[in-house]
């Protein structure tokens, strides 16, 4: 595999013909304020020097968009946002032109100053692990509109913080996960604090699919900013038809949550809950 060093002296059209070869790309630490969104269509692994390496998205877009059906990987690297709280785009967007895009890891990345960090849009199997989202009113998105039923994802050993009351985003509303459609989700060991949504399975309109594991999360307080905040709140909008099968709710900690820690529908969610504590 090639590697390629990039570093943020580079013009804006030398970083996208970086991107535009598969292989292997270091960026070196330092500011990367881009003028574009980067357009990936070749599989590439980019590895930053820890947060020191930042790119900043271009104003109203995203920094990064993945449209291939190969995986990437992202690792050690932060992303500013650039937006304001009526932006609606996302740091990274994660999609396919003709299928979906398979198995791409996301490692030990920083997220901040963003309406939201990854929007996945036709994408499977992938993996989140050991990074940090920071105040924003979403962190992550996740659809998978090639085929609802794919999915097998997986976010472990993440922080999710909420609320920015400097920007006083969305009067408070925070959300960590939305789940919209992509099949099975393993969310286990993370941290999610000071959100008044933490968890959100809202299911797009015909979705039908199986096993979900929310396992060793601890889930804190939110403050009395918005009311009914839910720590995991399972939905189904007016007139659509959605069935989710198999959730396992297991030993999680729902730490000072004014409202509910967990909202389950009867009729068409079927799911288990051991050993979860609710602490006052």
Known sequence: MSITTIDPTMSQASLQAAFNNPGEIHATAGNYPLSATILITVPIKLVGEGRPTQFIAPQGAPAFALN????????????????????????????????????????????????????????????????????????????????????????????????????????????????????????????FNVMSNPIQFIPNNGVVTVDFIFMGNSIEYFSNVVSNSTGVLIYKQAGYNATLNSFQFIGNQFNNYKYNSLIIPSNWVHLTSVGNINFP
């Open 68 to 191: 291939l059906r190969e995986p990437c990987i992202f690792s050690d690297f932060s992303i500013n946002g650039n937006i304001s709280s009526t932006t609606l785009n996302a740091a990274i967007t994660v999609d396919s032109p003709n299928f979906d895009n398979g198995c791409s890891r996301f490692d030990n990345l920083f997220f901040y100053n963003h309406y939201m960090a990854i929007s996945f849009i036709r994408a499977s199997g992938w993996v989140i692990r050991d990074s940090f989202f920071f105040e924003a009113p979403f962190q992550l998105y996740i659809n998978n509109l090639y085929n609802c039923d794919w999915g097998d994802n997986t976010i472990i050993g993440s922080t999710f913080f909420g609320y920015n009351t400097a920007n006083n985003i969305s009067n408070g509303y925070s959300v960590g996960i939305r789940w919209c459609s992509s099949g099975g989700l393993k969310v286990i060991g993370n941290k």
